[in-house]
Structure formats: structure tokens, C-alpha cells
């Protein structure tokens, strides 16, 4: 049963799964790469098999590991129920979104499927497969699935920003970079976190406002601690992103 859910959502070509998975009962293309991929990663697998036992048995280790990013998605009948600590975790809820809609798309049989939400973990399961977001190379056991939001999709947000676009023409957008967000990819309260990507980039616009106007709009992992974050020179107001085509470029920096 992992196997099926896995040929569905591999991150291979992650396009044109959306459009077969949005396709509604459509064959899945049949791609050679994806099943090499799932077959490597379901190999440890293959021999044993998966039954409920096993399940249980990593669902226990899965909670040992790290219980605050362990899920335990249960499909039956075409719906899905999430057990975890967090259920309303932004990641578990869109992934039982999706998993929810593959079960009724493709008629998927009932089945459990266990999920680690956080950003990696170096455990190999021993007894059943684990759905991740993320994991390093070597891992074995743990299988790679698309990040919660590619499968959710972005309509209502692309529309808003491509209404705002047609009603600002070219010429009259601000002739600089611009960038909003939040304090992520590294701790901003340790040594050596001016040379993080997004406080590289507004120490960068304090310098040249008259090219970059690029703000934090939120302290998280150690920056309300940094006494030099608390300046007002580094903080701004969130702007929508339907705003933001009021600038001419737009800034993609590292974060997590």
C-alpha cells in the first residue's frame, strides 16, 4: 500500500504531478525515474513486506524519536484522520488534504501511513516506511514525498497577484528590489548570524536604500533576543503579496 501513495507522490517532476493528481482519476504518468526512486528508497522493504504490526511497531519508535513531529495518517474510506501531537500543524493538515483526495481520486485502499513533519531526522525506520519533507542521502526507510505546499497549489494567491500586475503598468513601479519576511534559516542569537541570507540581505538594503527596500516583519529563532534586530531600522510591516508588484523586482532569498 506505501508503494502506491509513493509512485502518486514522488517529488519527481512535481509539475506535472500536480496536473495529474488535479486531473481527477487520470492515469499517473508512468515515469522511469520515479519508480527507480521508489524502489531504492522502499528496498529495505521489499523482502519482509509491511503489515500492521510493523506499522505499530515504527509508529512507536517514530513517536520515541521526535513525538512533536510525529503524525499518523489514517485512511479509511477515503477520509483521513491524523494522530499526533500537533494535528493542526500546518504541514499534517495539507498533507492529509492531499492524501485525503489521492484516496478518492484513485480509489487508494484503507491504510496507515506515518509522517515526520520536521525539518529532517537521522533515524532509519526499521519496520515500516516513513513520509518526510526533507532527509540526507544516506538515509534509508525514509521516502521522499512533495512539500505540503506545491500539493496544495496557489490559485486564489496567483490570481490576486496577476490582477494586481495588469493594473500597475511597468513604468510606474518602484525601480528597486524588494523583499518582506521573516527571521529564518539560522539562529539570529548565536555568533556569526550577520552572515545568514536574509540578514545578509536587509543589512545590504540599510547600506543601498536606493536600490533594495527589503524588512524583517517577524523575530522567530532567536531574533527577539538580538538586541540589534530591535532597532526599528531592521523591522517593517507585512506587505501582501499582491502589494508587492508595486516594485519591480522581487527578491527569492534563503530561509527556511
Known sequence: MPITLTVLAHPVDRWRLRRAVRGRGRAHPDFAAMRDAVAQELAPFAARGIDAAAVDRQWAALEGWDAEHAARLVARGGRVRARARRADHERVRWMSWAIERLARWFALPDLDLLLYFGDHIDRDPEHAPVLCFCRRRQRVGQVLIPDFEMLRGHERLDRSVDRAARGLAWEARAPRAFWRGVTTGGRFDQPGWEAIPRA?????????????????TRLVQGADANPTLAAPEWRSAEVSPADSVRYRYLIDVDGN
Open 200 to 216: 545578509r540581505l536587509v543589512t545590504l538594503a540599510h547600506a543601498r536604500p536606493d536600490l533594495i527596500d527589503a524588512r524583517f
